[in-house]
């Protein structure tokens, strides 16, 4: 496992941006799939968005994809989620993992480090 350290987030009004990080403290996130997950009110924590280890490749849930963007930077070892365009529905508290079994993004078991969780707050 490693520390995943996340930052940004906060209260914005819908149709904002917001730019979220997460960084590993100490160790490298080089040679790992990243992925953003989400946990609104009530609800069960859902994927986001995932990038492949070279940053070649992402894929997006449904509810984000032409609104939400993934990237890395190896060099810097941070993975952001730009999210534009912010509605009411996004609000939660968001979660970087780092993978560690091939699969789909989607499933949490593949995941063996989260970061501590950022809210995001989209007022109407």
């Known amino acids: 496992q490693v520390h995943l350290q996340q930052s940004g987030g906060g209260l914005v009004q819908a149709g904002d941006s917001v730019r979220l990080s997460c960084s590993a403290f100490?160790?490298?996130?080089?040679?790992?799939?990243m992925a953003w997950f989400r946990q609104a009110p009530g609800k069960g924590r859902e994927f986001v968005a995932g990038?492949?280890?070279?940053?070649?490749?992402?894929s997006y849930a449904d509810p984000v994809k032409g609104r939400f963007s993934i990237s890395r930077d190896i060099d810097k070892n941070t993975v952001t989620l730009q999210m534009n365009s912010l509605k009411p529905d996004d609000t939660a508290v968001y979660y970087c993992?780092?993978?560690?079994?091939?699969?789909?993004?989607?499933?949490?078991?593949?995941?063996?480090?989260w970061g501590q969780g950022t809210q995001v707050t989209v007022s109407s």
């Open positions: 990038i492949t280890f070279s940053g070649a490749s992402t």
């Open positions: 993992a780092r993978r560690v079994i091939r699969g789909p993004f989607e499933k949490e078991e593949n995941y063996d480090s």
């Open positions: 100490g160790r490298t996130l080089t040679g790992y799939a």
